[in-house]
C-alpha cells in the first residue's frame, strides 16, 4: 500500500509500504495513484515528498505479481505522467535503493534526495525487459544517451555518489533523507506553480531533441539494446 499522510506546513507525504523492499504492486500502485490524487486536489498542500517505509524506498516491481499477472490494470507509467503534469513540486526521499520501477517513480519526480549509502540502478535487462514507465525517456534527459544506455544495459547497481556526478541525484545526505526532504519541500514549496510549469516545459523543450516523450521507445534502441544483450549478435560472443 502507499500511506498518505498530511504534514504541517502544507506539506504531503506519500509513504511506500510492502515488505520487505516496498516493491510496486498493483496495491502500492494504485496506493500512490490515489494518495497523489488527494495531495493534487488540496488546495492547502503546497510540495510533495514520497518516501519508502522501514528505510528502504523502492526495489522496483513486485516480481511476485509477474507469476501471477501477464497484464495489469494500472499503469505505472501513467503514474510518472501524473507527478510530472502536476504544478506542486515533488521530491523523492531515497533510502538503500531506487531500482526498476522505483527509480522511474524518483524520476519522475521533480528532485530526489538519497542518502549516501543509496544505490539505484536499472535491473530489468537481468529479467529480460526494459524499463517501461518512462525510465528510457527520463534517464537519457538527465544523464545523457550513452550514460543512460550504460545503466539501462547493463543493468548495474550505482552508488549515490556515482549517480551524484551523473546528475540522477540532486542531493546526497548522511542523515535522514525524508527528514531532508521534508525541510527542502518546505523551502520550495513557495516556488508558484507557474515557474514550476515554466521550468517543466523549458527542459522539456530543451530535451526534445532525444526523442518523443512518453512511453516511447524507439525501433533503433530496441534493435540496439537487443543486439548487445542477446548471445551471439554482438562482437560474435
Ligand atoms: C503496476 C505494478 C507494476 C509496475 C511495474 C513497472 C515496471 C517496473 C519494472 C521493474 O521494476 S523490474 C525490476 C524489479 N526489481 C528487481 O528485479 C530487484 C530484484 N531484487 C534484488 O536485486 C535484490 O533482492 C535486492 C532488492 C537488491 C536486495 O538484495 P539483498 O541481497 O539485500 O536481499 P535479498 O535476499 O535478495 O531480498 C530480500 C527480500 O526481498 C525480496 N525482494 C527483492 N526484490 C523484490 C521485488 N522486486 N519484489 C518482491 N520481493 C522482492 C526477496 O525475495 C527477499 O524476500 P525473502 O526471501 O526475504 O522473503
Known sequence: MAEFTRLQNCLALIRLRNPPVNAISTTVARGI????????????????????????????????????????????????????????????????????????????????????????????????????????????????????????ISGRHISANEALKLGIIDKIVNSDPIEESIKFAQRISGQSSQELQMTSDMVADKSSALGPPKGYTSKATIEFFFYLTVPGLCCGM
Request: include cysteine.
Open 33 to 152: 495513484k490515489e494518495s497523489l490524487q488527494k495531495a493534487i486536489t488540496d488546495d492547502t498542500v503546497k510540495a510533495i515528498v514520497i518516501c519508502g517505509a522501514d528505510g528502504i524506498f523502492c526495489a522496483g516491481a513486485d516480481i511476485r505479481e509477474f507469476k501471477v499477472h501477464k497484464t495489469f490494470d494500472i499503469q505505472l507509467g501513467d503514474i510518472v505522467d501524473e507527478i510530472q503534469r502536476n504544478k506542486k513540486p515533488v521530491v523523492a526521499a531515497i533510502q538503500k535503493l531506487a531500482l526498476g520501477g522505483g527509480l522511474e517513480l524518483a524520476l519522475g519526480c521533480h528532485y530526489r534526495i538519497a542518502h549516501a549509502e543509496a544505490q539505484v540502478g536499472f535491473p530489468e535487462v537481468t529479467l529480460g525487459i526494459l524499463p517501461g514507465a518512462r525510465g528510457t525517456q527520463l534517464l537519457p534527459r538527465l544523464v545523457g544517451v550513452p550514460a543512460a544506455l550504460d545503466l539501462i
